[in-house]
């Protein structure tokens, strides 16, 4: 587990200017302190795509914002982010909180290795936001990065070097609830 | 009702240091009053999100207005965003909804609820502490200085004819100035426009 005082100073130490969310449970902790600490602006929205667009408009008009949204809210977005930050070409970090990872780890299928199906993607012990998380990234040409726990902090600020680099968006994924 | 003329030539007057998002059947009429550098198409974009998009440049230029040129049937797209304009206490945006009643770019086509859809007031149960529907060309004009001013977010449905503008497109022969670059230059034309000026 990631701990959210990590995650939020490498937020502040990316001089991030916005919060753009739709809140769960993964990111509650995280989203308490940001309120708290009140250095960086929450800006909830009411549906994930929006996220997208405003941040957009945020990188034009001179800001910083991050997306942090859960994987379910990413498969939302769909022509959002592709027409807005992807069409674009914003320097954007999106925190993704990934829903159904660790049945997908306990279940010891890989979704690089394994074409997805029906019977798959309805199985009861697996969720299949899941699966799809990745695979969608991939389509969609989002390199993307895992913060599992404190140790792993560091691949925040490595997204955010990759996604000026690359100038796109590039995901974080979250794999435990913040703490 | 009156025609996007009417609706536009008044704006293009009035208009100062403004930045100005269109989208949709607007986007090349307004282009034929206007090829101001703080201009922006949300055209070969994503279906909806001008306002969304607006709204984010609004929160990052607090001190210049932005004006939204948005279609009734890409605000249907998005109610939501009227919940998160009045929500995240911008001051600096003004959106127009041009309801004609049809999806235009795509045939005219009608638009759900075309005949009694009041985006106003859903703007105002949103929280929009100022919103306008005109149908009526004189008294739209007569109010458009009053509108222009004072705080927002501001919502103004202004009910005009359907038109007959087609798909649009981005291409170097276009004649609407700011669709003869790719979207992304268009985004970074716009952002290096907005640092340059600061905050005049």
């Known amino acids: 587990m990631a701990q959210a005082r990590l995650i939020l100073d490498e937020l502040k130490k990316a001089k991030v200017t916005h919060v753009l969310t739709v809140p769960d449970n993964s990111s509650r902790t995280l989203l308490e ?16 795509g929006e996220a997208f667009a405003i941040a957009t408009g ?38 993704i909180t990934y829903r159904g990872y660790a049945k997908l780890q306990a279940s010891g299928i890989s979704t690089k290795a394994e074409a997805l199906n029906a019977s798959l993607l309805s199985r009861l012990d697996l969720d299949s936001v899941a699966l799809l998380t990745e695979p969608t990234l991939k389509a969609w040409s989002i390199p993307h990065y895992f913060l599992h726990e404190d140790g792993d902090i560091a691949q925040i600020s490595a997204a955010f070097r990759k996604a000026q680099e690359l100038e796109q968006p590039v995901a974080v994924l979250i794999t435990r609830d913040t703490t | 009702m009156f025609t996007k003329h ?11 240091d403004q930045i100005v998002i269109t989208t949709m059947g607007v986007v090349r009429p307004w282009a034929r009053y206007s090829e101001h550098a703080l201009d922006f198409a949300s055209a070969d974009s994503a279906m909806g999100h001008a306002a969304d998009f607006a709204l984010g440049i609004a929160l990052a230029q607090p001190s210049r207005q932005v004006i939204c040129l948005n279609g009734d049937g890409s605000m249907l797209m998005t109610l939501g965003t009227l919940v998160t304009i009045a929500s995240s206490g911008v001051k600096n945006l003004i959106l127009f909804v041009v309801q004609n009643g049809t999806y235009e770019v795509t045939g005219n086509q009608l ?9 106003s007031g859903l703007a105002k149960s949103a929280g929009f502490p100022r919103a306008y529907t ?5 008294a739209y004009e007569c109010s458009l200085e009053e509108i222009l001013s004072g705080d927002g977010p501001v919502c103004v449905t202004v009910k005009t004819e359907p038109g007959s503008e087609g798909p649009l497109g981005r291409r170097p022969d276009e004649p609407a100035h700011y669709l003869r670059c790719s979207l ?7 952002r290096g426009a907005l640092l340059d000026r600061g905050a005049d």
Do not use: H, Y
């Open chain 2, 111 to 119: 638009t759900p609820g075309s005949d009694r859809v009041d985006f």
């Open chain 2, 6 to 16: 009417q609706f536009l030539e008044p704006l293009a007057r009035l208009r100062t």
């Open chain 2, 134 to 138: 005109f149908d009526d060309a004189q």
């Open chain 1, 33 to 48: 302190l940001l309120a708290a600490d009140r250095t960086i602006p929450i800006v909830p929205v009411t549906r994930e």
């Open chain 1, 58 to 95: 945020l990188w034009v008009g001179g800001k910083k914002p991050v997306v942090l949204i859960q994987n379910t809210g990413l498969l939302e977005t769909g022509d959002a982010l592709r027409g807005t930050a992807i069409r674009m070409r914003v320097p954007l970090v999106c925190l």
């Open chain 2, 184 to 190: 992304a230059d268009s985004a970074r034309q716009l």
